[in-house]
Nanobody
Framework: QVQLVESGGGLVQAGGSLRLSCAAS????????MGWYRQAPGKQRELVAE???????NYADSVKGRFTISRDNAKNTVYLHMNSLKPEDTAVYYC?????????????WGKGTLVTVSS
């Protein structure tokens, strides 16, 4: 079994910064891509940023230049540094990881952490 645990959410004023962390634990052989998704009230879950095991990154257009994703492979942890936060960034942020437990990569999700940006 694999668990993803997020931390770092909270309330911040517009223009502020937060750092989210997500640590994977359990019976892990290797981790391929890791990423962050978010879901605002009444909206579908959307990709925020993702990073491969080799460090290649991909960002949603809405966060480019403001958010930075990084990972520590030794710690099985992914981070999301969020700067210049806007009220529209308010959402529950979910960590995602493609984990190889035996031979088949599988998707795992964290329970989410709430980010609230006040205007």
């Amino acid at each position: 079994q694999v668990q993803l645990v997020e931390s770092g959410g909270g309330l911040v004023q517009a223009g502020g910064s937060l750092r989210l962390s997500c640590a994977a634990s359990g019976n892990i052989f290797s981790i391929n891509a890791m990423g962050w998704y978010r879901q605002a009230p009444g909206k579908q879950r959307e990709l925020v940023a993702e990073i491969t095991s080799g460090g290649s990154t991909n960002y949603a257009d809405s966060v480019k230049g403001r958010f930075t994703i990084s990972r520590d492979n030794a710690k099985n942890t992914v981070y999301l540094h969020m700067n210049s936060l806007k009220p529209e960034d308010t959402a529950v942020y979910y960590c995602n990881a493609v984990v190889v437990v035996t031979a088949v990569p599988m998707d795992y999700w964290g329970k989410g952490t709430l980010v609230t940006v006040s205007s």
